[in-house]
């Protein structure tokens, strides 16, 4: 499992959802900071918007990409 900076497990678990999500149906950077904005607000995932946590996701869905970086 990838850590994304995420507190527990769980939260990395959960992050690393939204990642594959996001690859699968080509989300948008703005979408997923969204997504991490709204995780954020949940007790326990509060970390989600740190700033480890937003550029390991970011790392991980645009590191292999060819694809432009939409923001």
């Given at each position: ?51 480890v946590v937003r550029e390991s ?15």
């Open positions: 499992m990838i850590n994304y900076g995420m507190f527990t497990e769980e939260g990395n678990r959960v992050i690393g959802g939204i990642v594959s999500f996001a690859k699968d149906y080509n989300y948008s950077w703005k979408c997923v900071l969204d997504v991490l904005a709204k995780i954020s607000e949940v007790e326990g995932y509060e970390e989600a918007m740190d700033t996701v970011y790392e991980a869905l645009f590191r292999d990409s060819n694809q432009p970086f939409y923001i």
